[in-house]
């Protein structure tokens, strides 16, 4: 376990943590939520909780970051709408970090318990856009729509925050009816935006782990950039499967942290 400076690591700590951060982050360039994996790992091996998350923060930053210029390289990322996309998401997230110390984060969990099963049954009724229908966001509604819901998801990122990525990938496919490859790629800016800004945050009060974050960030790395490809060569086959697994986690998860 880890000692209260954080340098006294065992060896299969690393490999958890290397073994664990992979996996969520082939999640994470899917769908998003790969933190609901990841955080709780961080956990069990002695973190603290802003430690774990900070430390967190790290790996999902830098693996973001690289599933962004893999999905940007393809075309999966609408170049327009980058700037734009990135300030409402970031004024969302600074919105919610202040607005969480005004309302409590117990009755955003409600919330997500009654609405997490009527996600569920949406993906399980409704298929997917068409992949070969690219959607370009053009006209005042549909910039709107795609401000709002970056807005409203960086919100919730700054407020609570479990699974933002997952939400921007179902937020863009079913209300923004883009294809998962756009969803996917869009995501990634809106989630690496709060990302970073979040992670400035953390960094600056000392909460990270840094001896993990590095073997973190090079699992991180491959991880996302395998999932991109898995993106590319599965698309919806693999998306929808994955999305509704995601969403049954956060929803056991947000049960379990409701009533401990």
Known sequence: MLTAE???ISLWVYLL???TVFVGSVIDALVGGGGLITIPTYLICGLPPHVAIGTNKINSTMGTVISTIAYYRKGFVEKKSIIPVVVATIAGAVTGS???LLISAVFLKYL???LLPFIVLLMLRKKLPDIDKPVLVQGTVQWIKLLSLVFIIGFYD???GA???LF???AFTYIMKMNVYQAAGN??????ASNCAALFVFAVNGNICYPLAIIATIAAVLGQYLGSGLLVEKGALIVKPTMITVVSILLISTLLDLFR
């Open 168 to 170: 921007l990938v179902i």
């Open 112 to 114: 997500m318990i009654g």
């Open 17 to 19: 943590i290397f073994v």
């Open 158 to 160: 700054g407020f609570y």
């Open 98 to 100: 202040k607005c969480v």
């Open 163 to 165: 699974g933002t990525g």
């Open 6 to 8: 954080f340098y006294d």
């Open 187 to 192: 995501g990634k800016i809106s989630n690496l």
